[in-house]
């Protein structure tokens, strides 16, 4: 079935457009269709579900539930339209909310997440809400709650597979799940492009640092390396 972008609408495609995937999408549900036994049967949840296509990819690969949380209305509505067409709507619940807060006290399977963790301050970019990328002056405004909150919604043998940005402190992820009892391995690591218009707004001493290192800059082109990480307890590792 085709997705209903009223031609005629242009303010309803545009919309739509500013939820398009992303290469961060694309890693992101290419990494966890290789973990499709981790997927099938479980009760997922998605952290900043945009358009809803990473539980519908989810859903595809037999998750029993499918729990998103975004913090944009039109997300939640796009979101809830995308699963209904692909026949997910009777296991899905997406909700409008901050993080974990529309899930307070419940615990998932498989908790995933694209975070917005560009280090830049909110700013309207290339067509997408400021709220898509900005992850404050570091980066890791968002990536920082996610993972304080992660344990206590990862049920027994449960596991995380998030986007990474190397670029915002894989050390200080490390650390920080290693100090709430958990590990990450890198699952898959890609370089994506960043347009003039993003790397223009980067916080300046995140550039000076890491230019060369895990950002690399050709002439007018400049990419950015993104790991996708696995995350679980000490100790549960399947
Ligand atoms: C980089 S986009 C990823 C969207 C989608 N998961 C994907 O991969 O295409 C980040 C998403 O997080 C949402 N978001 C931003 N701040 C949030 C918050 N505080 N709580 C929940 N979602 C948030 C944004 O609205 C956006 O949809």
């Not at 920082?144 to 915002?168: K, M, P, S, W, Y």
């Not at 200080?172 to 799940?177: F, I, N, Q, S």
């Not at 082109?221 to 590792?237: M, T």
Request: glycine residues 12%; proline residues 5%; negative net charge.
């Amino acid at each position: 079935m085709a997705h209903p972008v009223p031609a005629s609408d242009p303010a309803e495609a545009l919309r739509l457009a500013a939820l398009r995937p992303s290469e961060y999408t694309a890693a992101l549900i290419h990494a966890l269709q290789a973990r499709a036994d981790r997927v099938r049967g479980g009760a997922v949840l998605e952290i900043g579900s945009g358009s809803g296509v990473v539980l519908a990819a989810l859903g595809a690969l037999g998750a029993a539930s499918l729990c998103g949380i975004d913090i944009e209305e039109d997300a939640v509505d796009a979101g809830m339209l995308l699963l209904a067409e692909l026949g997910h709507g009777a296991v899905s619940e997406l909700h409008q909310g901050d993080m974990w807060l529309p899930v307070a006290g419940r615990r998932f399977d498989l908790i995933v997440a694209n975070l917005p963790h560009f280090p830049m301050e909110r700013h309207e970019v290339l067509g997408r809400r400021p709220t898509w990328s900005a992850g404050g002056n570091n980066g890791r405004a968002l990536l920082d709650r996610f993972l304080e909150g992660l344990d206590a919604h990862l049920l027994q043998g449960g596991c995380a597979v998030v986007t990474h940005n190397a670029f915002v402190g894989m050390d200080r992820t490390r650390e920080m799940l290693r100090a709430r009892g958990m590990t990450m391995a890198v699952v898959q690591s890609i370089l994506v492009g960043i347009p003039d218009e993003k790397m223009g707004r980067m916080t300046p001493s995140v550039l000076a640092a890491e230019l060369g290192r895990t950002l690399h800059r050709f002439g007018p082109y400049c990419f950015g390396e993104v790991n996708v990480l696995e995350i679980a307890r000490i100790g549960a590792r399947g």
